[in-house]
């Protein structure tokens, strides 16, 4: 059993806990530079996808597990960096410009819809981003001289490093090197004060309120910061999906990236990335399985959503905590290996908390 | 004149199904304080479950409505004892994402026994058309109408002179309180869910010839959602307010605005009332204890 002894205040803050942490995923990043030697294109091609969901995904950990704010638009932030992006390439801004532009333009649009928002709360604040979500696709659909109305345009293709970006493994690298920029921006802001305030006001409004945080403002900035990391997702997301229409950023791509943060287990950047990694791969395996399964259940076409939807029902009655918080009870087990106690984890009481106004 | 009729006439019929159905997710809040996303999947569940009785059975239209209020209502109280008691102690989110996952098998179910083709049934209703102010109005929006009203003034009588529904009161007002007075507030939510399942089954069933029927009208839920959230979240007549005032929107802004612009003229005019009214128009004003 280790014990973790913080012997300065530094230590608190250190991006990773501690040198053991630190050499295991430096070990992961070594096995993920060296992947391209061993795997086909597919499998590169499977793994950028999850990098792009990933970056995403944090973006929305950041606004939903770390701010408490549900967002049901950010499918419609993903579809404005993806088109900004498209757009400026068009008009001949090179990649390492139009990618921070795109997620600038996107960040300013959160902001401008974080701004009005920030009066609502709960189920209002998920209707509204949902209302918005909606108004976003409209207007991919009727602006049709930037946006090449329904039937969308292709994305340019830049050419980086003397390669066209979407050949293998440059587009991988990128993809990899563009996550690892958003988690390590999106772990600073966490440990900077400014991450700090976030939580607050996600445990307590009044508490982080009477600590002297300005709770316009943090909201305001949280829903820049994650539109903004979600619209620099949607410059990858673009070149992946090849061709631009406005029904790939409806609702249903908003909601999976929920399910992601939801079942990855909220609150942890770490568990962003397995929700990305599961609803990334969950179409391939369920391609996989279909061939064992018998006929009549293997063509059915509502197999997938209903299996999304029976997962995410599993998820939330029997680990509330997602992919993470049994990470964090497998881990316990095996470091404290034969004296593990399920208890450890159990909560102590349940009632329903009141969200109501009286 | 006989255009705007017909048209007030046809977005008064729209705007009561959405006013059902978030009739449904409001009863729903009030009394156990969770968001119901599956509320317009229940409504295409009940739907489905008429087309059975009528089609597959051949029963009478007037006993599959009873029978698909019967089996949805069933149903619900089913679903709230084995699935959604059970997230009590969960934050609101984990029971938006919940009943997220329920419409998706809801959905892919429907479409497992059903299959993917639109269906349709024979209602008394089906092609009849009465004149009003020189306006030829199809019976099927009159039935509309006609089955809110009664299904509304129903559950008025339920909740303002039965026991039943003076102990759902009781239990939406303060839990603790009604179960300290000896009402099983556990055995109310589930009829709660009952009740709303069967207004469910009556909304799809009276949908069904305006519309057809296939697993997509559940997203027709996600509009009576926005309804719901116009009248305020919690307030019985603002859903049924809200309900209305979005059908008329739609029909209205799909006639005299620009092409495409039905489809989104509810959440604009929802993102415009919550800027300004952020608790909805009938919604009690915010005021959070600490």
Known sequence: MRYQFKTSYDRDIDLFGDAAQRNWYLALLAVLCAAPLVLEQFWLGELSYVFILSIAAVGLMLLTGYTGQVSLCHGAFLGIGAYAYAVLLQRGVPFFVAAPLASLITAGVGAAIGFPALRLVGIYLAMATLAFNFIVEYVFVHWDSVTGGFSG???????????????????YYLTLAALLFALFVANNIMRAPTGRALIALRDSEVAAQSMGVKL???????????????????????????????????????????????VGGLGSFRGAIFGALFVGALPSVIALLRDFLPQSVARQPGLEPGLFGLILIGFILFEPHGIEGRWRKLRLFFSQFPMYRVATFKKQKSFTKSERFR | MSQVIQIFMSGLAEGCIYALVALGFVLIYKATEMVNFAQGDLMMLGAFVGYFLIVGLGANYWIALVGAVVIMAVFSYALDVFVLRRVIGQPQFAVVMLTIGLGFVFRAAASMIWGANPLAFVTPFTDGTTSIGGAPIPDVSLSIVAGTAVLCGLLFALFQYTPVGVAMQAASQNQLAAYYM????????????????????????????????????????????????????????GALAGGIAIGLIEQFSGVYLMDGFKDIAAYVVLLLVLFVRPQGLFGAAARKRV
């Open chain 2, 182 to 237: 000896g009402i099983p507030v556990k055995r109310i939510f589930a009829l709660i869910w009952a009740i709303s399942g069967g207004v469910a089954a009556v909304a799809g069933i009276l949908l069904a010839p305006l519309t057809l029927i296939d697993t997509s009208i559940g997203f027709l839920g996600l509009k009576a959602f926005a309804a719901a959230v116009l009248g305020g979240f919690g307030s019985i007549p």
């Open chain 1, 216 to 262: 316009t403002r943090y909201k305001t900035i949280s829903f820049a910061l994650s539109a903004g990391l979600t619209g620099f997702a949607g410059a990858f997301f673009a070149h992946k999906i090849g061709y631009l229409a406005p029904d790939a950023f409806g609702i249903l791509l908003s909601i999976q990236l929920l399910l992601m943060v939801v």
């Open chain 1, 153 to 171: 345009f292709a994305v340019p293709q830049p050419t980086v490093f003397g390669y066209s970006i979407v050949d293998y493994p440059l587009f």
